[in-house]
C-alpha cells in the first residue's frame, strides 16, 4: 500500500555528495535532483536536508584533508556551501524546478518567534512551488558555542520535518538500512526492514547515542528517527546510490529501514 507522502524531507550525507577528494558525486546529485523534481512535478512538497560544505570547500580548494581548525572549517564552509547552491540550483534548474537557500542555527528552532518565522518561511517556499534546500549554518555555529549548535545534518533533518509537519522523512546513507549487528564486523548481519519502537538494544547496536556528533553515523540517523517518530512522522533510512528506490519506498515495498511511527501507514 502506498505511503502517505504529500511533504517529504530528504536527507543527503557528504559521503553520498562527495568522492573521497571533496569533489562532488555529480551523476549522484543529478540523479537525485531528477528524482526529487519528478516527485515535486507530481504535486508533492519536497524539502532537501543536504551536508556536504565542509567536504566540497575542501575539494573545491584541492585541501588533502578536512582540517581540525574551527575557523577553518567554517571558512571552508562558506566556500562549499555556495558550491552546493549552484549545483544545486544547476540541477533542479535543467528539471523546471525552482530552489531556495535555508540555513538554520539551533537558536533558530529554540527560540520561538525565530522558529515561528521559519516556519512561515518554509511554508512560503513551498506554497510558491520552491525545494528548500537546508543546512546547518556552518560559518556561525561551532561546537564551542554552547546551544547554538545542531551538530550533524540527520538531527536538523528530523527538527525540519517536525517543523513542517512533514509525512516522511528519508534519510540516504551509504548502507542500506540498520542492521541487527554491525555489518563491517559480522558477515551474517541482517537488515531490520521495519522498525516501530526504539529500544535500548537497538541504540547499541547503533553505537549509542551522542557518539557520532557532526560525522553522522548509525546513532544520529537512528536519534533522527526517534524525533521524527515522536512527532508521529514516518522515517526511512536508505542507501542513496539509487534514488529512484524512493519511488518504491513510497509504494510501500520493502526498502532500507522503516520507522513505522503509527497511524500514517499500513506497512508493519
Ligand atoms: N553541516 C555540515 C556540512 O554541510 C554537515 C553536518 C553533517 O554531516 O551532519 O558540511
Redesign the pocket.
Known sequence: MALLSDKIVVKV??SSLTYKNGKMKLKNIEALCKVLSDLHNSGKQIILVS?????VGVGKLGLKKRPDDNAQKQAL?AVGQCELMFIYDKFFGDFNNLTAQVLLTADDIQNPERRTHVENTFTTLLNMDIIPVV??N?TVAVDELEGQHIG???TLSAIVASLIKADMLIILTDTDGMYDKDPSRYPDAKRIPVITDITHSLRTVAGGSGTNR?T?GMATKLHAADISMKAGINCCIMKSDRPERIYDLLEGKDIGTFFNAGGKNDRT
Open positions: 550525507g557528504t551536508s556536504g560544505a565542509i567536504g564552509a543546512n546547518e556552518d550533524d545534518n540527520d557532526g553522522g
